[in-house]
Structure formats: C-alpha cells, structure tokens
C-alpha cells in the first residue's frame, strides 16, 4: 500500500469525525462520560468483532507497555481531559486551544526519522488554523476576556497529548492496527467508571437517539480511529496535520445541511483557507512525478 494511499486512509478518519457533532447532538440529552463509555465500548467492538473471522489477530494484544501507554493516554486521557475542559471554560475558547494539535502534529513530526519540515508545511497548517479560528468563531473575536481557567490549561494539555499520540504512533508502525481495539475498551472502562462517579445515567428515549449514538460508536468513535492509526503509522503525517484543520469545517457544514443553525460568511471563508492550507502543505504529495523509465541497453548489431 503506497504512502499516498495511507495518507487517504487517515483523511477519511477526519472526514467521520466531522459527525462527531451532528450525532452527538442527535443522541439527546446523554451525559458525556456515559456517551463516551456507550461510544468506545462500541468502536473497540468493531475491531473485536473482526477477531471472530481473524482469531490470529488477538494476538496483537500482546504488546509492551509502551504501546499501551501510548494508546491510553492517546485515547482515554484525551477525551477524558477534553471534556472537562469544555466544562471549565468558555467552550469555543477551550476547542480553539485544543484544536492547536493539528499544528503540533507538523511541528513534532519533523523529529521523526525521514520526516523534514518545509515551508510549505507550515505555511498550509498556520492556514488552516486560521480557517478553524474563523469558523469556531464565526469571524467573531475571542481572547481570554476572564484571564486563563483550569480548562484552558487542560485544553492546552488535550492538544499536546493528541498530537503526541500521533506522532508517536508512527515510532510503533509495526504494531498492527488491531491494537486499537484494546485501546477503545480501556477508555469505555475509565468513562464508564467516571460516569458512576460523576454523571446520573439518562435512557435514551427515542429510536433516533439509539441510532446516533450506534453510528457515533462505530463509525467515527470506531472505523475512523482505525484508519486514523494507519494513516499516522504509514501515510504523510504532515500533510494528515494540515488536512485535519478541515473536520470543523466539514462539521459545520454536515450540521447546516442537516438543518441546525443558518449559513455563515465565515463558512466560505474558512473553506478557502483551510482547501489551500491543505494543498500547500500537501504540495510534495500532489505534484509528485514518477520517476522517468531508464533508457533500454542498447542490443549489440
């Protein structure tokens, strides 16, 4: 499978992560830790329920300790942070500093062995950031009006460890996709356990909540960390960076079409930016040219 071909693959992570905030929205009145727990619960059974049809790959459980700090702290502590920081801030200041991981997955990747970091590639993502700040915001202006909470430093912590749980896959590239799984129903676990502890458990009420809350778990909480994984393991993770900037806008986009709030300048707006962000920084990738055949060996007369 070629590196263009994996860079694919994790770009249609990103694009399922763009109903992240349709079907969430859709499954009701559900507590965060407890969707989360319903959520991962069911995305680590997309690749457990693969076990049936491919028993060898249970074996991909069996990984050092490394491995599964990582997966945890990518997953678990992430999501886990993150929702507390929307809880101890203002929610659009707390996604924007979240949202600086794409950035930080350019900037860390260029420490990876083979990886250099170009002009372009900062170019593109800084473009992109700008095209997120614009949506998030509705071309509004947003500072820390009230001084720095504790969720702007936890948002600031989310950013740090999903772009470390990103690039860091990639020091890992042999270890199968499958693991995931593993990682998923730990973080269902620790939500789970934080959901008793926190939250009162609320039964959704309708047939539509259900299905949100399935499609939510298997599809962009399930096949898109999957694909995710192997796009940072095996496709440009650089380019994957700058082309993450586009989940919010396709998220606001999924939510206008699907009839929740009216349209924006600022949607226009942030999808020139982040287009051209993301074909600047995946410049090398577009352009690239195969390499012309080697002239034959002249026969002898």
């Avoid at 929702?83 to 420490?111: D, G, K, R, T």
């Avoid at 930016?273 to 195969?290: E, F, N, Q």
């Amino acid at each position: 499978m070629t590196r263009t071909f994996s860079t694919l693959i994790g770009f249609a992570a990103i694009l399922t992560w763009s109903f992240l905030a349709l079907l969430s929205t859709a499954s009701g009145q559900v507590p965060p830790f407890q969707l989360a727990a319903m959520t991962f619960f069911l995305g680590g059974m997309v690749g457990a329920g693969s076990w049936l049809f491919r028993p060898q790959a249970i074996r991909s459980l069996r990984q050092p300790w490394p491995v599964w700090a990582l997966g945890v702290a990518g997953l678990c502590i992430y999501h886990c942070a993150y929702f507390f920081a929307i809880q101890s801030a203002p929610p659009v200041e707390a996604s924007l500093i979240a949202y600086l991981w794409p950035l930080l997955i350019v900037v860390f990747a260029a420490f990876l062995p083979g990886e250099r970091l170009r002009a372009h590639h900062l170019v593109g993502v800084l473009l992109g950031l700008a095209g997120a700040v614009i949506v998030i915001t509705k071309g509004g202006s947003v500072g820390l009006a009230d001084g720095i909470r504790t969720g702007h430093v936890i948002a600031l912590f989310c950013a740090f460890v999903w772009s470390g749980y990103s690039v860091l896959s990639r020091r890992f590239g042999a270890v199968p996709t499958d693991v995931v799984a593993g990682y998923c129903l730990i973080t269902a676990a620790v939500a789970f356990t934080l959901h008793l502890g926190l939250e009162t458990t609320v039964v959704p009420q309708t047939a539509t909540q259900w299905v949100a809350i399935a499609v939510l778990g298997t599809i962009p909480l399930g096949a898109g960390f999957y694909a995710w994984d192997w796009g940072c393991k095996h496709g440009d993770i650089m380019v994957l960076g700058a082309l993450s900037y586009a989940a919010p806008l396709f998220s606001t986009v999924v939510l206008l079409a699907a009839g929740y709030g009216a349209y924006h300048w600022s949607v226009a707006a942030a999808c020139v930016l982040i287009t051209a962000g993301a074909l600047i920084a995946a410049k090398d990738m577009v352009s690239r040219r195969p390499k012309p055949a080697e002239p034959a060996p002249a026969q002898a007369a």
